[in-house]
C-alpha cells in the first residue's frame, strides 16, 4: 500500500504547477490545500492506478482512501472520489458508517464534498434507496460538510426525479441554516428536482420564500421559466 501512495504522490508532484495551485484557490474562501493539478490529470492518475488497487481486499482499499483523505491534499481526496464509484459492486450499506466518518474528519471543502458525495453516495442511494434515512440524518448533524452531504448526496438520483419526498424533508431541516454552503447544498438540491419536478418545487419555495435565505432560493428555481421566477422570488 505504501508503495502505491508513493507512486500517486510522486505523479501528482510531477504535474503540479503553481499557476494551477493559485487559481484553484480562488474557488474557496477557506484556504484549501492544493498540488496544483487540472482535474482531468487528477482523474487519469487515479483511472490508471486503480488498475492496481482494484485487486486488493476491500480493507485495504478503504485504509489506501482514508490515507489519501487523511492528507488533506484536495486532489489526493479526487483520487477517492474517482476510485470509489468504480467499485460500487462491491459498496453495501454498512460502509456509510464509514463514509460519514470520513466526511466528518476529512471533508473541509464544497469540491471534496460534493466529489465525495454526488456519486459515492449517491451511488449507494441508488443501490440501496433505504439508506436514504441514515443520510437523511446527517441533516441534524452539528458539521457543516456532514449538513451539506445530507443534500448534495441526493443530486444524480434528484436528476432522475428520484427522492422528492426526501429531498423536501431535507430542505426542511436545512432551511434557515445560516453557513452559505449549506444553503448553496440545498438551494442545488432542489434546482435538481425541478427538472422533473416543477410545479412541486415551486410550490416548495413560494411556500417558504419567507424565511429560506436568498441565496437556497436562487439555487433552486435556477432552471425554471422567467415567469416563476418572478412568482417565486415576489416576496409580498
Not at 5 to 13: K, V
Not at 107 to 130: E, S
Not at 209 to 220: E, F, K, N, S
Amino acid at each position: 500500500m505504501n508503495q502505491i501512495l508513493a507512486q500517486i504522490r510522486a505523479e501528482l508532484q510531477a504535474n503540479a504547477t503553481v499557476e494551477n495551485r493559485q487559481n484553484a484557490q480562488r474557488f474557496f474562501k477557506e484556504q484549501a490545500v492544493f498540488y496544483g493539478i487540472k482535474t482531468p490529470t487528477v482523474k487519469k492518475i487515479a483511472k490508471k492506478h486503480w488498475q492496481q488497487v482494484k485487486a486488493l481486499e476491500k480493507p485495504a482499499i478503504f485504509e489506501l482512501c482514508e490515507e489519501l483523505l487523511r492528507s488533506d491534499f484536495t486532489e489526493e481526496a479526487f483520487i477517492v472520489n474517482t476510485w470509489l464509484p468504480l467499485y460500487i459492486d462491491c459498496l453495501v450499506p454498512a460502509d456509510l458508517k464509514t463514509f460519514r466518518r470520513w466526511i466528518e474528519c476529512y471533508i473541509n471543502n464544497w469540491a471534496k464534498c460534493d466529489g465525495f458525495c454526488n456519486h459515492t453516495i449517491g451511488d449507494i442511494l441508488q443501490k440501496y434507496p433505504k439508506t436514504i434515512s441514515e443520510v437523511k440524518s446527517w441533516a441534524r448533524s452539528s458539521n457543516r460538510w456532514l449538513k451539506r452531504a445530507s443534500a448534495v448526496s441526493l443530486i444524480v438520483p434528484a436528476k432522475k426525479g428520484l427522492f422528492l419526498k426526501e429531498a423536501f424533508e431535507i430542505c426542511d431541516v436545512l432551511l434557515v441554516n445560516g453557513d452559505d454552503m449549506v444553503q448553496k447544498g440545498y438551494g442545488w438540491l432542489l434546482k435538481e428536482e425541478s427538472r422533473n419536478h416543477q410545479q412541486e418545487v415551486l410550490d416548495y419555495v413560494i411556500a417558504h420564500r419567507a424565511v429560506m435565505p436568498r441565496t437556497a432560493l436562487r439555487y433552486a428555481i435556477e432552471l425554471m421559466p422567467k415567469e416563476l421566477k418572478t412568482r417565486a422570488m415576489n416576496r409580498e
